[in-house]
C-alpha cells in the first residue's frame, strides 16, 4: 500500500542523509606537530571548493586560503610560523565548520 512504500522511502533517504553527514568534511592533517609543511586534506561530501584559515591563540589569521579544491591533499608552508599552537579551521561549500589543533614545532 500507499504507507509503506512511503515509509520505506523515507527511511532510505535517511540513511542517504546520515552517510552524508558521516562523509561531509573530515579533514586530516599530517604530520602534526608540523615542522615547516602542512599537508591538509579535506573530505567534504562534495568535491567543491572550500576555504580554510590557521589562527594563532590570540584568534589572529596567520595563514589564509579561499577557494581551495578538495580533491587532493594541500600544502601549507607555516615555516614562517613561530612554534606553539595553532588553530585550523576549514569551511567547506555547504558552509561546514572544522577545526583543528595544530602544533608548530
Same mark, same amino acid.
Given at each position: ?9 523515507? &527511511? ?9 553527514? $558521516?562523509? %561531509? ?7 602534526? /606537530? *608540523? ?15 572550500? &576555504? ?9 589569521? $596567520?595563514? %589564509? ?7 587532493? /591533499? *594541500? ?31
Amino acid at each position: 500500500g500507499m504507507t509503506s512504500d512511503h515509509n520505506a522511502r523515507k &527511511s532510505e533517504e535517511e540513511k542517504q542523509a546520515d552517510q552524508a553527514a $558521516v562523509s %561531509e568534511s573530515q579533514i586530516n592533517v599530517y604530520p602534526n /606537530p *608540523i615542522a615547516s609543511v602542512m599537508q591538509v586534506e579535506i573530505h567534504s561530501a562534495t568535491d567543491q571548493m572550500a &576555504s580554510m584559515v590557521v589562527l594563532d591563540m590570540n584568534g589572529s589569521i $596567520v595563514y %589564509e586560503a579561499t577557494q581551495v579544491k578538495t580533491d587532493k /591533499p *594541500i600544502s601549507v608552508d607555516l615555516s614562517v610560523l613561530e612554534p606553539g599552537l595553532y588553530l585550523l579551521q576549514t569551511i567547506d561549500a555547504e558552509g561546514n565548520k572544522q577545526t583543528r589543533r595544530i602544533l608548530k614545532q
